[in-house]
């Protein structure tokens, strides 16, 4: 599976937007790139995925640069109930039917 | 989308004993997965649960050690055989819905809460 690299740990000031980067450079072109966040004592939810356009929800947004070697997750204006792990997961095309590799995830910490 | 319900929520265990984890699903998911989580650690993948067949075991994993049942579409169980303090861990489980991973549907993972282990 291709892997994605992200930084261990960031640190945001609530109300303020955070930019979550993730890097995949063995990203495929079938692959599409999802993100979830495990917050304290709780499972896994899903936040967001996408394919090579910029995506929005009620979340946040996903950019994906041009080449799909990276994305970055935005949470708009932070607060602390989005203290969580956050994890850059890529899923092939009809992936559905597979597990997902979680990879170590950046642990974002939301300071009042 | 899907609410995943697991019980029990946290045990306390002694070594050599075996605990049965249950996990349901409120609406008929195509797919569900068992994942361990160790202290400090990432999620990692043990099993998909198959409906009516045996358990599809990653690497690492083994029947012997945890068995799996999947009934019917929404319930699933986990069990961890002969527990050591090495087994303690968060168990999860997860369910969705199988299909081309399109913008259009619907291919999130659903978690449930997980269940807290620890083996004395």
């Known amino acids: 599976d291709a892997k994605t690299t992200q930084p261990n740990s960031m640190e945001s000031n609530e109300e303020e937007p955070v930019h979550l980067p993730c890097n995949h450079s063995t990203i495929s072109g079938t692959d599409y790139i999802h993100w979830y966040r495990q917050l304290p004592s709780q499972g896994p939810e899903y936040v967001i995925h996408g394919l090579t356009s910029n995506v929005n929800n009620r979340m946040a947004s996903l950019a994906i640069a041009e080449d799909r070697k990276s994305s970055t997750l935005i949470l708009h204006r932070a607060t602390l109930r989005d203290a969580a792990v956050y994890y850059c997961?890529?899923?092939?095309?009809?992936?559905?039917?597979?597990?997902?590799?979680f990879g170590k995830g950046t642990h974002l910490i939301i300071q009042p | 989308s899907a609410v995943i319900s697991q019980k029990p929520s946290r045990d306390i265990c002694q070594r050599g004993t075996s605990l049965t984890i249950q996990c349901q699903v409120d609406s008929q998911v195509t797919m569900m997965f068992w994942y361990r989580q160790q202290p400090g650690q990432s999620l990692t993948l043990i099993a998909t649960a198959n409906q009516g067949s045996e358990a599809t075991y990653e690497s690492g994993f083994v029947i012997d050690k945890f068995p799996i049942s999947r009934p019917n579409l929404t319930f699933s169980t986990l069990t961890v055989s002969n527990m050591s303090p090495e087994d303690s861990s968060i168990y999860l489980c997860s369910g969705g819905f199988a299909g081309a991973a399109s913008l259009t549907m619907n291919t999130e993972a659903f978690f449930g809460q997980g269940t807290r282990l620890t083996v004395v």
């Open positions: 997961i890529l899923r092939r095309a009809g992936g559905g039917a597979d597990g997902l590799t």
